[in-house]
């Protein structure tokens, strides 16, 4: 899809279909609308009467004016509800492109003008919203169908009507926001993957190839390197899989002096069955393969970060593995030792993504970073805490609580942050090791945050458990069912913030 801005109005604009965003009114032809209206004969009041169009948020109605064959007229018109003007957000922008675009499509066009008002936010914001919620909301991913219906894809060209401005500058911020989406469409493609084909090999492989292609240092320890530097808490899961670990290390650095040096973290388990510990029928282990969605941000990330070059030095950090059943399995009861020295009584296999990250904090924390940030699908009680579309955000450091917070308005993935509540680690005590894994149903997210805390030591660190953002089974806004990417524009609105 192509991009641009271009300075008119939407009266005179002329092309394919044009989509305007119209606030909620009772009386819509009283506003914005009654010039178009006049233009274009009428056709406007009948498609609010007919439609009883009001502005609502997530409503859209449409209506042909124009012939095909009359290549200087207008053929399409879109409104697109904004809701009320009050309560506009950047994400209402993004819905509402998202949802014209998508109307665009299903009437075969593949042209778009959009005029939205952008004096009522930051403009650029506004365009940035405007071009994520299209590039966004049309994705799709028909990599492992063989069925494709190639005439649903027809909308090639966007134009970004604006009235006033420097073009200039908003083809830069196309650019940018374009290099920032394809970074999250990274993370949806991994995640979406089934097992089979994203796995510790593959992840290793993607991961090669990214360095290369976006000038990425890039760092792999294999398994014997895992065990050299005593990672025995990441090797416990990794011991049962026939596919040998990965642990893979991205770092992205700028020209100048950096700025700030952060590692970003995540949970790597390209499937997770539970291991011994496995996990129930009706348990969704066929959805096991989102459980390298920290991973796929991370990695996301760094796609886009190597792209936006912000004066930030960035490690992409991830122990991925996949968590099977074998001979050769990690037993519940077994004690293992993870590289800062720590036992862990493995009373439950299936918290095994908090093992794999205890050895990865503890080496982003060795590589002397000013700020850790992890990204998991950690727990199921973190979606039974916020549900399927916000993120659980964990961290002692206020600064970097406010900086996540701020990231995640911005960015529009939704985030909450929640209670460190340090006394909960006692069910986490062992009779016979430092720690247990697991604690018990009560507090699940919060445990799992605690038992993490024990392989940090000093630096700013901040947890978050993506496990119900990191999939929507409904299509929602600018996401399509699938993978949403979840973390990647958190992340990198949090980096280029710093
Ligand atoms: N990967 C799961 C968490 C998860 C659950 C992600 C649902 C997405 C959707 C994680 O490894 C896990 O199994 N956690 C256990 C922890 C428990 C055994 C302490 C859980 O949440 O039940
Ligand atoms: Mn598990
Ligand atoms: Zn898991």
């Not at 070059?309 to 992409?316: I, M, N, S």
Request: charged share 20%.
């Amino acid at each position: 899809m192509n991009f641009s801005a271009v300075l008119t109005n939407a009266l005179n604009w002329t092309g394919q279909a044009l989509a305007l965003g119209v606030f909620e009114s009772d009386q819509p032809m009283e506003t914005t609308l009654a010039p178009l209206n006049d233009r274009y004969g009428g056709v406007l009041a009948d498609l609010v009467q007919d439609t009883n169009f009001q502005g609502k948020a997530h409503t859209v109605a449409s209506v042909r004016v124009g012939r095909t064959t009359a290549v200087q007229d207008l053929q399409h018109l879109i409104l697109v509800g904004l809701g009320k003007a009050e309560h506009l957000k950047l994400e209402t922008f993004r819905v509402a492109a998202a949802a014209a675009a998508k109307q665009a499509q299903q009437r075969r066009c593949n042209q778009l003008g959009i005029s939205f008002p952008a004096e009522a936010l930051d403009p650029f914001a506004t365009l940035q919203a405007i071009v994520e919620g299209i590039q966004l909301g049309t994705y799709r991913d028909d990599r492992f169908r063989s069925d494709v219906d190639e005439s649903l894809i027809t909308l090639q060209e966007v134009l970004i009507l604006q009235e006033s401005g420097d073009l200039a500058q908003a083809a830069e911020c196309i650019t940018q926001t374009l290099q920032l989406c394809s970074g999250v469409t990274l993370a949806r493609q991994l995640v979406a993957a089934p097992p089979n084909v994203v796995t510790p090999l593959t992840m290793a492989a993607m991961a090669q190839s990214l360095a290369a292609e976006q000038g990425l240092q890039l760092e792999i320890l294999e398994k014997e390197d895992c065990e050299a530097r005593k990672m025995g808490s990441f090797l416990s899961v990794a011991q049962a899989s026939d596919l040998p670990p990965k642990f893979i290390h991205l770092t992205y650095q700028p020209s100048g002096t950096p700025r700030r040096k952060v590692a970003l973290v995540g949970k790597g388990l390209t499937f997770d069955s539970g291991g011994l510990n496995i996990k129930v029928a009706g348990g969704s282990m066929e959805m096991m393969k989102t459980d390298m969605g920290g991973s796929a941000a991370v990695f996301g990330a760094a796609k886009a970060i190597a792209q936006l070059k912000p004066d930030v030095e960035v490690h992409f950090i991830s122990a991925v593995t996949e968590n099977m059943i074998s001979g050769r399995a990690l037993r519940p009861g077994d004690i293992v030792t993870a590289s800062n020295g720590k036992t862990i009584e493995v009373n439950n296999t299936d918290a095994e993504g908090r093992l794999t990250l205890a050895d990865a904090l503890v080496f982003a924390e060795g590589l002397g970073v000013d700020t850790i940030v992890d990204l998991a699908t950690l727990t199921g009680a973190c979606v039974v805490a916020l549900g399927e579309t916000i993120g659980g955000l964990w961290t002692k450091s206020p600064d970097l609580g406010e900086q996540l917070i701020r990231a995640s308005e911005r960015s529009g993935d939704p985030l909450w942050q929640m209670p460190f509540e340090e006394s909960y680690f006692e069910v986490m005590k062992s009779p016979v090791a430092d720690m247990k894994n697991a604690g018990n149903r009560a507090g699940g997210s919060i445990t799992a945050t605690l038992f993490l805390n024990q392989f940090i030591k000093e630096t700013p660190w901040a947890h978050i458990d993506m496990a119900g953002p990191v999939w929507t089974d409904k299509e929602r806004g600018y996401h399509p069912v699938g993978a949403t990417g979840y973390g990647v524009r958190l992340l990198v609105n949090w980096i280029l913030s710093l």
